[in-house]
T-cell receptor, first 113, second 116 residues
């Protein structure tokens, strides 16, 4: 079945450090890929998305490129801030009419001043 | 204001209680979802409703009973829960049932449920 695997956290970085959170997926066909972010005490918010191979999603300084050959969608940011501390979820959409998203287990990012 | 409002934010209930979680979306969406978020586990899809019709029940125990009276409101009725049901329950909506292109999920802030 379809699945998403993320690197285990927590990831702890100093402010202005470079961030990479790895995400790989297993799916039939060509799903759309998403990164969601969850700040403390809140629900998930869409951070960025990519709908086909080689697409690059970007938002708020974060980027991720849909790599079909490596089935990956790694999240990157050149310079993190304390306010980026949150849980990040990689997800794929199944190609069906039910609107089903498959999520990874989430990666906690802690950014220290 | 997320556009998806969940109440209550926190709920503590005994195993013999009956309670309900409420979700309301103000986005004009036609699909609504219940997810369960437990510590150190991936989000688990529980139920999907499209245009008020249930289109997915992801093998959820019958002690969880969803209700979708219209496209804007979704309930999760709870009875005789177990301590392992303690989790954050998230409601989400999307414009229609297909999220593949341009219609991501919009989440509420969740209800933190503790079963004692």
């Amino acid at each position: 079945g379809n699945s998403v695997t993320q690197m285990e956290g927590p990831v702890t970085l100093s402010e202005e450090a470079f961030l990479t959170i790895n995400c790989t997926y297993t799916a039939t066909g060509y799903p759309s890929l998403f990164w969601y972010v969850q700040y403390p005490g809140e629900g998930l918010q869409l951070l960025l998305k990519a709908t086909k191979a080689d697409d690059k999603g970007s938002n708020k300084g974060f980027e991720a490129t849909y790599r079909k050959e490596t089935t990956s969608f790694h999240l990157e940011k050149g310079s993190v801030q304390v306010s980026d501390s949150a849980v990040y979820f990689c997800a794929l959409s199944e190609l069906s009419n039910t609107g089903k998203l498959i999520f990874g287990q989430g990666t906690t990012l802690q950014v220290k001043p | 204001e997320t556009g998806v409002t969940q109440t209550p934010r926190h709920l503590v209930m005994g195993m013999t209680n009956k309670k309900s979680l409420k979700c309301e979306q103000h986005l004009g969406h036609n699909a609504m979802y219940w997810y369960k978020q437990s510590a150190k586990k991936p989000l688990e899809l529980m139920f999907v409703y499209n245009f008020k019709e249930q289109t997915e029940n992801n093998s959820v125990p019958s002690r969880f009973s969803p209700e979708c009276p219209n496209s804007s409101h979704l309930f999760l009725h709870l009875h005789t829960l177990q301590p392992e049901d303690s989790a954050l329950y998230l409601c989400a909506s999307s414009p229609k049932g297909v999220v593949g292109i341009g219609s991501p999920l919009h989440f509420g802030n969740g209800t933190r449920l503790t079963v004692t």
